[in-house]
């Protein structure tokens, strides 16, 4: 998979690669990550990017003529068909789903913004989709960029270990993960759940959806309305809730 980032931070951004699941996948060329400073593009003996906004008001918008030979010049060094994705709070909020579209491309330009934003006439002319990782203020689109290389990243074959199946990811299932503990057996008055110790597979199993479910159900009622539960899933719930009712309050 290919990354073209667009960025006046590419420092910043290439930290991607330099370790874990993506630094690895740089490293055995499942990734090639490639940085372009829109800076690069100037003309001017000050190499400005930015400029004030038409019409008044606070911050500076990024021009649209360094970022477009930015962009002519990614399209020159590969004949990749890359989309263009644009990192902004105006976008679609991505999901899982989104990534794994990502995912299936052969490669992604991204472009990652800084100031008050980028000159309308570039997003509408050269931009084919805009995405948001989410709804609070980042000062920039990079750590964005790198939210998405790393999400898209995971999913390619080969760029996980043995261990670490992206299928078996909570997100895959629209379901939250169960709790996970490991060694001492004992912390303190802190023991683990009895079910985990006594080597019974199919209710360790058990246990496991149904805390998935629990869990689900109490912390993101958005994801659980979306599910379509069989009833021994939703025997699981009941149960899972009528335990938590005992015990708690
Ligand atoms: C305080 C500035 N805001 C005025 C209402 C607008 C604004 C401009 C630029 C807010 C954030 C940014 C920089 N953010 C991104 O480029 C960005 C982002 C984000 O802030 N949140 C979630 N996803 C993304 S993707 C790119």
Redesign the pocket.
Request: hydrophobic share 35%.
């Given at each position: 998979m290919r990354f073209d980032v667009i960025t006046l931070f590419p420092e910043l951004v290439a930290a991607v690669t330099e370790s874990g699941v993506t630094g690895r996948a740089a490293e055995h060329g499942l990734l090639d990550v490639r940085y372009w400073n829109p800076r690069d593009y100037t003309t001017d003996r000050h190499r400005t990017v930015d400029d004030r906004p038409y019409g008044g008001g606070p911050g500076m918008v990024m021009k649209v003529e360094p970022l477009r030979r930015c962009l002519s010049a990614v399209r020159e060094q590969t004949d990749i068909r890359s989309k263009v994705i644009c990192?902004?709070?105006q976008?679609r909020l991505l999901t899982q789903a989104a990534v794994d579209a990502f995912s299936r491309e052969p490669g992604l330009i991204l472009i990652?913004?800084r100031y008050?934003?980028i000159d309308e006439r570039f997003i509408s002319a050269d931009v084919d989709e805009e995405?948001?990782?989410?709804d609070?203020?980042?000062?920039?689109?990079e750590l964005?960029a790198m939210v998405v290389m790393d999400a898209v990243t995971r999913l390619l074959p080969g760029a996980l270990g043995h261990s670490e199946s992206a299928t078996q990811d909570s997100f895959a299932e629209g379901l939250l993960d169960c709790p996970h503990y490991t060694r001492p057996e004992q912390v303190g008055e802190q023991a683990i759940p009895k079910v985990l110790l006594q080597g019974d597979h199919a209710a360790i199993a058990r246990w496991r959806r149904q805390q998935a479910l629990g869990r689900t159900w109490e912390r993101r009622p958005d994801l659980f309305k979306a599910l379509a539960l069989s009833d021994q899933d939703n025997a699981l719930l009941q149960n899972y809730l009528n335990e938590r009712d005992k015990t708690d309050s």
């Open positions: 990192l902004s709070p976008g990652a913004g008050e934003g995405w948001s990782i989410g609070y203020v980042l000062s920039g689109g964005a």
